[in-house]
């Protein structure tokens, strides 16, 4: 599987059932690195990615994470830890920011199964500093 992810400075998720932050740059980037291939995502994150109008091929789903190799997952309200076999690769970008956060990001990259592949800092329309890292499975 295929993932992306956005954290903040703690690896906080969501609050309150609801997403610590939103940043039309993070989409833009996501929607110029697509290669023809799908994103998947629940309803709840589709309302914030349609508002875009993006010119790719959106899947919805409830049931995620899904086994698809091929494709890139959308994921912000679900613990991936139980799935982390399947993983392999991931897509983060941090916030640089401190969120109240009680859904917590459960995937430790310092545990030798993970390498960051590379790494990059753009500026949001809403953060001053967003980072970028792909990182592979070992």
């Known amino acids: ?28 980037d996501i929607y110029k690195n697509m290669d023809g291939k799908s994103l998947i995502m629940n ?12 010119k790719i091929d959106i899947i919805v789903r409830e049931d995620l994470p899904v086994c698809d ?11 991936l830890g139980n799935f982390e076999s399947e993983i392999d690769k991931m897509i983060v970008y941090y916030w640089n920011r401190r969120y109240p956060s009680d859904l917590k990001f459960d995937i430790d990259f310092s545990n030798g199964k993970w390498e960051v592949v590379s790494e990059e800092e753009f500026e949001g329309n809403s953060h001053d500093k967003i980072t970028k890292k792909v990182i592979l499975k070992k």
């Open 1 to 28: 599987m295929n993932i992306i992810v956005c954290l903040e400075d703690k690896n906080g998720m969501m609050f309150n059932k609801r997403r610590l932050s939103q940043d039309v740059a993070i989409r833009e």
């Open 69 to 79: 190799s091929e494709n890139l997952q959308f994921i912000e309200d679900k613990q």
């Open 43 to 54: 309803d709840y994150s589709y309302k914030m990615f349609s508002k875009d109008e993006p």
